[in-house]
């Protein structure tokens, strides 16, 4: 937390934020018992004080209840707010070139099932 200069009242603040966005935007009842391991915000707090425009990273303490936000979706329908997991840039790489070969090798095996 140090290494975000966030306070404990910020933190309560932000996760107060994130609560109220799960429930009244995405749709997830009784968001306020999920359980984070981590609440915290993005970037600098701007000069009047304001928190809006931040992004916030959350770790969830249960897996189950990522699954369940994340089964809601990615973007909140009628909103501009994206939800999106937070995952290294090698493993991102590696989950590319996997889908890729997956659906090479997919294609090839359908188009040899029907080319006779």
Do not use: C, W
């Not at 309560?12 to 609440?39: P, Y």
């Not at 304001?50 to 990273?57: K, L, Q, S, V």
């Amino acid at each position: 937390m140090s290494q975000h200069n966030a306070t404990s009242s910020q933190s309560e603040e932000t996760k107060d934020v994130l609560v109220d966005f799960l429930e009244n935007v995405v749709g997830i009842e009784e968001a306020k018992n999920i359980e984070f391991q981590l609440v915290h915000r993005l970037g600098k707090l701007k000069n009047d004080g304001r928190n809006g425009g931040r992004t916030i990273i959350e770790r969830f303490q249960r897996f189950s209840d990522k699954e369940r936000v994340f089964k809601q979706g990615s973007k909140p329908k009628g909103t501009d707010f994206r939800m999106f997991e937070d995952i290294p840039k090698e493993l991102h790489q590696k989950r590319k070139a996997h889908t890729f070969i997956h659906t090479y090798i997919h294609t090839l095996y359908f188009h040899s099932n029907f080319t006779e």
